[in-house]
């Protein structure tokens, strides 16, 4: 199965300042089978991007996804308030479909 | 807006059997192409998709967990459900259910529901 590791674990940042979140696959994602979801506790997941760069609906533009094979990034522009929370990648080019272990977003 | 609510016990025993199901709301089960997914969260770990139903009944799970899992469809509740046999502690997490594009990506999910294994 494919492995997907995120960096940082962690990232403290400040509202307005930018973020990039890295996804890198232990194996090519076919077709850059690659989603990003946001996750709140307690609170269902957000699907953000699929298809490594299309924003799902109602995804504000200043989350964007890119990349292609192993290396992926998701980048939030400009850090609002209410973008504070874990985000995950996802891997769905290949059975079983795997996620990566996340990456917290907090408030520095 | 589709919605998606988890129920079941919080509270299973070892070696018995887990069981969830997923109410879908704001649309129905049957309509487009979508296949209905469960995954679950242990604490401290990442997701792990368990498996997915179609509405046809036909299924695909992890091979993890495969020799394990049973998921079903009821169209005429708008329910899909999660057994999970011989259960340990390590199928303690929270599981959650959610829409799955059929190219394999999760839409909308619910808020998921804690199920502790422990005697």
């Known amino acids: 199965e494919i492995v997907l590791t995120q960096s940082p674990g962690t990232l403290s940042l400040s509202p307005g300042e930018r973020a990039t979140l890295s996804c890198r696959a232990s194996?090519?994602?076919?077709?850059?089978?690659l989603a990003w979801y946001q996750h709140k506790s307690g609170q269902a997941p957000r699907l953000l991007i699929y298809?490594?760069?299309s924003r799902a609906t109602g995804i504000p533009d200043r989350f964007s996804g890119s990349g292609s094979g192993t290396d992926f990034t998701l980048t939030i522009s400009r850090l609002e308030p209410e973008d504070f929370a874990v985000y995950y990648c996802?891997?769905?080019?290949?059975?079983?479909?795997?996620f990566g272990q996340g990456t917290k977003v907090e408030i520095k | 807006q589709v919605q998606l609510q988890e129920s079941g016990p919080g509270l299973v025993k070892p070696s018995q059997t887990l069981s969830l199901t997923c109410t879908v709301s704001?649309?129905?089960?049957?309509?487009?192409?979508?296949?209905w997914s469960w995954i679950r969260q242990p604490a401290g770990k990442g997701l792990e998709w368990i498996g997915r139903?179609?509405?046809?009944?036909?299924?695909n799970s992890n091979p993890s967990l495969k020799s394990r899992v049973t998921i079903s469809v009821d169209t005429s509740k708008n329910q899909f459900s999660l057994r999970l046999n011989s259960v340990t502690a390590a199928d303690t997490a929270v599981y959650y259910c959610?829409?799955?594009?059929?190219?394999?990506?999760?839409?909308?999910w619910g808020q998921g529901t804690l199920v502790t294994v422990s005697s």
């Open positions: 194996q090519s994602v076919s077709s850059s089978y």
């Open positions: 959610a829409r799955d594009r059929s190219s394999g990506y999760y839409d909308y």
């Open positions: 139903v179609y509405t046809t009944g036909s299924t």
């Open positions: 996802q891997q769905y080019g290949s059975s079983p479909r795997t």
């Open positions: 704001g649309g129905s089960i049957s309509s487009g192409s979508y296949y």
């Open positions: 298809a490594a760069s």
